[in-house]
């Protein structure tokens, strides 16, 4: 290919011009595959976490400012048990810690009752789901995913094995009495990481809430906010009847103490985020690609000036215009894709260690690859027509005259 | 049978309007398949422009160029091109090498517009530069060699393709009188295999090696003469 040998050896006879030219085209290709990465991430991970664990949950919550008032752990079963179109009603207690056994991963333990489990749809794949009496006697026993097996015990096989869960300091033995079942995917995901080593996902782990407050001493025993389990297509009817038996236990009826909030919201106001967070990034990286092409565009046309007389001399020896022409834009298509390359990488490397901080592991697509290169040649060609073009229609003679 | 060269009338104004410079005056000549032609004129007489009309680098201001009997002072941009590559091999007197590519690089580049595959283009070239007795020189690039060098790789890049008619502006201007002289040695046997050779020249002595010498001064034919002593 003896277009793409001259313009190698073009760009590389000026290295140091080449690579300031494509600094723009670094920089703006880093920044798309940095919040293509972690906006891709961010929403498996936490998208993921909250479909899993919330998806028919409505959670109501009482405001602490407007009220001192709360509900007890009774209650909030009771609430669930009024209401026939519910599974059941739920405090919700989250504690964030470290789970130990054959690896050691961050964790997500989530206190619930006996109906937390309907806050997933998966089924059970083996053992039981913790038991009214597993929550009256805060019993350390725990139920967690298949893939979150494989991850802590490297083993599916994980009923009856036991983990040290530790939160705030406090450690205490778990033991395993169910998997939830998951999907092959990950699975086979979860084998992969293990394979590789490659350990910052969470696992969620539920448990009794007894356990997270009296084991673990976190907050919680008065009940500000619960979770209710709605059955399919009845989350509106539910949350609102959940929302009054609350208000008449409490004695707080028209006070606007009371709230719900769906899940469903939630994952809509973070979707909505990142979508913000993406546009703005997305905008400084189409207005640094253009600025780079511009760049593109202003070194070609010295490169077409300065080699004016090489132009001449090609044209002499029988070289037509659209061969010049091709000449000039292969050499500013691989100068931008050369950058877009550097800038993948540089926006890989920046992903990754961004991901080391925030946990979750970062998202490579092939269609985010495949963009890349389009994006950039793309603008190595458009911005490369104009200087080409000059010096496809230069005069022989004119051409071959320069000094 | 039409004449391989043959240009009626033709003019070349520059600046047309107040201080035009008539740089060809209604010149007509024409030269024949394996003639050996040397034209001679001052600095300044019009020779460089009538070469590079009969190069295809350039368009008469008016008149007409005949190619082998085609008319080639109307053709667009993308034809002249065609021309120059298959019809003419150029000698300039700065040698006109691309300075980042090797000597066999340089002298490949007519091949490849031409559309010659790598293989035999690359036995066309180092052929072509064995015969200007460069066959050790081929990867070196043009600030690497001698004047004298670097103009026998031109040469090589003008006969690599075989074209039939050889075109030298001043092809020995920047060059020692050794040089110089191994240059019109070469130009001479080339002529001998057969081609056509148009030199340009300021310098008698190097006309005296033609068989015909065309002298122009002024934009205009003076003389067009035999040269009987390179006839006999
Ligand atoms: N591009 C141009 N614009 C204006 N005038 C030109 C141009 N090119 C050549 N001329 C004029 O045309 C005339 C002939 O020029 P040309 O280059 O053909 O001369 P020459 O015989 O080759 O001279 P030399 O021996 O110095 O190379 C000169 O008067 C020159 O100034
Ligand atoms: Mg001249």
Not at chain 1, 341 to 354: K, N
Not at chain 2, 5 to 23: C, D, L, M, T, W
Not at chain 2, 65 to 92: A, C, K, P
Request: proline share 3%; glycine share 10%; charged share 20%.
């Amino acid at each position: 290919m003896e277009y793409f040998k001259s313009a190698f050896s073009s760009i590389l006879d000026n290295k140091a011009r080449s690579l300031l030219t494509m600094l723009g085209i670094i920089i703006g290709i880093s920044s798309v595959i940095t919040i293509l990465a972690i906006g891709n991430g961010m929403k498996h991970t936490i998208g993921g976490e909250l479909d899993e664990l919330q998806s028919g949950g409505v959670t109501i919550n009482i405001d602490a400012k407007k009220t001192d008032r709360y509900l007890t752990a009774e209650e909030v079963k009771q609430i669930g048990e009024q209401i026939p179109e519910a599974y059941g009603a739920s405090p919700q207690i989250s504690g964030y810690g470290q789970a130990k056994a054959k690896n050691d991963l961050s964790a997500n333990i989530t206190g619930g009752n006996e109906t937390i489990i309907h806050s997933q749809t998966e089924k059970l794949a083996d053992g039981r789901f913790f038991t009214e009496s597993d929550v009256a006697s805060a019993s350390p026993v725990g139920v967690m995913t298949q893939s979150a097996a494989i991850l802590l015990f490297r083993s599916m096989d994980a009923v009856g094995m036991t983990f040290d869960a530790t939160i705030n300091g406090i450690t205490k033995t778990i033991t395993v009495v169910g998997l939830i079942e998951s999907d092959e995917e990950s699975i086979s995901d979860a084998w992969k990481s293990v394979s590789a080593g490659e350990l910052w996902q969470y696992i969620n782990v539920y448990t009794p809430h007894t356990l997270l407050t009296q084991g673990f001493s976190l907050p919680g025993e008065n009940i500000q906010s619960f979770t209710v389990f709605p059955e399919p297509g009845k989350q509106d009817e539910v949350a609102l009847k959940a929302k009054r038996l609350a208000e008449n236990m409490l004695g707080l009826r028209g006070q606007k103490a009371v709230s719900i909030q769906s899940f469903a919201s939630m994952l809509e106001t973070f979707n909505k985020i990142l979508n913000i967070a993406t546009m703005v990034v997305t905008l400084i990286a189409a207005i640094s690609l253009i600025v780079g092409g511009i760049g593109v565009m202003n070194i070609m046309t010295v490169s077409v000036t300065e080699r004016t007389r090489e132009i001449g001399i090609r044209k002499a020896l029988g070289a037509r215009t659209g061969s010049i022409l091709i000449q000039f834009l292969f050499e500013s298509a691989l100068l931008t894709l050369i950058g877009g390359i550097l800038g993948m990488i540089a926006g890989y490397g920046l992903t990754f260690i961004v991901s080391k901080f925030m946990n979750f592991p970062p998202k490579i697509l092939l269609s985010d690859v495949a963009l890349v290169v389009l994006i950039s040649t793309s603008i190595g060609l458009f911005f490369g027509i104009y200087p080409a073009h000059r010096a496809a229609k230069m005069s022989p003679i004119e051409a071959l005259r320069y000094e | 049978m039409s004449k391989l060269v043959e240009i009626i009338n033709v003019s070349k104004i520059y600046n047309p309007g107040e201080n035009e410079v008539r740089a060809l005056d209604g010149v007509s000549l024409s030269i024949d398949k394996g003639e050996f032609v040397a034209i001679i004129g001052q600095s300044g007489s019009g020779k460089s422009t009538l070469m590079n009309i009969l190069g295809c680098l350039d368009t008469p201001t008016a008149g007409i160029y005949r190619l082998h009997g085609m008319d080639v002072s109307h053709m667009s941009d993308n034809e002249q091109s065609d021309v120059r590559n298959m019809e003419i091999g150029f000698i300039f007197q700065g040698f006109n090498l691309i300075q980042s590519l090797t000597a066999l690089e340089n002298v490949e580049l007519p091949l490849t517009y031409r559309g010659v595959a790598k293989k035999e283009r690359l036995k066309l070239s180092k052929n072509a530069l064995s015969r200007v007795g460069l066959a050790n020189r081929m990867d070196h690039k043009p600030q690497e060699m001698s004047g004298g060098q670097q103009q026998r790789v031109a040469i090589a890049r003008a006969i690599a393709q075989a074209p039939p008619i050889l075109l030298a502006d001043e092809p020995t201007g920047n060059l020692d009188s050794g040089s110089s002289r191994e240059i019109i040695e070469i130009i001479k046997r080339l002529h001998s295999e057969g081609r056509t050779v148009i030199l340009i020249t300021h310098d008698p002595g190097i006309a005296a090696q033609a068989k015909r010498i065309i002298t122009i001064s002024d934009g205009k034919i003076k003389s067009d003469v035999i040269n009987t002593a390179q006839e006999g």
